[in-house]
């Protein structure tokens, strides 16, 4: 039985605002996952059934027209999974939009899925790709047996195709959480790690290193909850919150959308269903950007945010310092 977590909902987290046009939308294909990861937030897994349609798919399609967005980040669950996700891929690059796809490696080497890491290629998708230690124990704790070998195969794959070089070219990136209730080490010196002990041990090249808290929700939270360490984690993003990273948190510039189309905030609000809000409206859908701007919106917050500004900061791009 999941452990149940304390609301969150309730906050003295500082208010914000858009203070820029959205130029990023994170779209979420589904929950069905090849996977069951501890840290996830999403709680993505093989049972779940939740997916975008192609009618969905379409709406998102159509926002890409207007030109606002510049990128396209593509989320689950495993992403590829979603049996339109290569035509949304195909779409979106016809419109020179970046894509970028989160990518758990592992489902490059699923039964049908053999040749996604050459279409993701040949479209010059950008992967962000999980890999939360280089140590093989740590990995397979957190994602499950046999998940760092399987890992490996795949990066090395991915630099064949020509990921992860210096000059530039395919962009690979790879994606830390940490193992349990803690803040990320240095961006900057874990990459350093990384570099040397994949290079060195299995001559793997990738782009950039992102470091991403842990969110004290769905899956993570209930392990907390059941361990007796959702108070202690908490206290420690809130004691650990820079003013500084306010100004630059995901939120200000991107929007979530989760499978059914609906808009909100972030990735993290989604899955706590605090859908975006805008004077005037109700609940929002991808329909309303075709002609909504979001400038100046307010912000939906909750005590989770406190992890995004913990520290170095946190986002889908890694640490905001």
């Known amino acids: 039985m999941r452990a149940t977590l304390p609301l969150l909902a309730v906050t003295d987290f500082p208010p914000i605002r858009r203070t820029r046009p959205a130029d990023t939308l ?3 294909l589904g929950y069905t996952c090849n996977q069951s990861c501890v840290h996830c937030h999403v709680n993505a897994g093989p049972t779940r059934t939740e997916q975008m349609t192609r009618e ?7 926002v890409l027209r207007t030109g606002r967005i510049k990128t ?5 669950g495993a992403p590829e999974m979603n049996q339109h996700f290569r035509y949304l891929v195909e779409q979106a690059r016809a419109l020179d939009v970046t894509v970028i796809d989160r990518c758990n490696l592992t489902i490059l080497e699923e039964p049908g899925y053999e040749t996604l890491a050459q279409f993701l290629a040949d479209h010059q998708v950008q992967i962000v790709a999980s890999l939360p230690c280089y140590l093989e124990d740590n990995v397979d704790k ?4 046999g998940v760092f070998q399987t890992s490996i195969r795949v990066l090395q794959k991915l630099n064949a195709l020509g990921y992860g070089n210096a000059t530039g070219g395919l962009q690979l990136h790879l994606v830390f959480n940490p193992q349990g209730p803690a803040l990320p080490p240095s961006q900057h010196v874990l990459k350093a790690d990384y570099d040397r002990f994949l290079g060195e041990r299995f001559g793997i090249r990738f782009n950039q290193m992102f470091t991403i808290t842990n969110m004290p929700i769905q899956r993570f939270g209930s392990t907390l909850v059941s361990k007796g360490q959702f108070g202690s984690y908490m206290q420690l993003l ?3 919150h820079q003013d500084a990273n306010l100004d630059h948190v995901m939120c200000r510039s991107l929007i979530s959308v989760d499978w059914r189309g609906y808009l909100y905030d972030c990735d993290f609000n989604q899955m706590l269903g605090l859908p975006l809000k805008q004077h005037g409206k109700g609940r929002m859908h991808l329909s309303h ?4 701007q979001l400038e100046g919106n307010q912000i939906v917050i909750a005590d989770h945010c406190w992890g995004c500004t913990a520290g170095a900061g946190s986002s889908c791009g890694g640490a905001l310092a």
Do not use: H
């Not at 969905?56 to 159509?62: E, L, M, R």
């Not at 957190?142 to 047996?145: D, E, I, S, V």
């Open 289 to 292: 950007l075709l002609d909504t």
């Open 26 to 28: 994170q779209v979420n």
């Open 56 to 62: 969905t798919v379409d709406q998102v399609i159509a």
């Open 142 to 145: 957190q994602r499950g047996k």
């Open 72 to 76: 396209l980040d593509l989320t689950g």
């Open 238 to 240: 809130r004691s650990s």
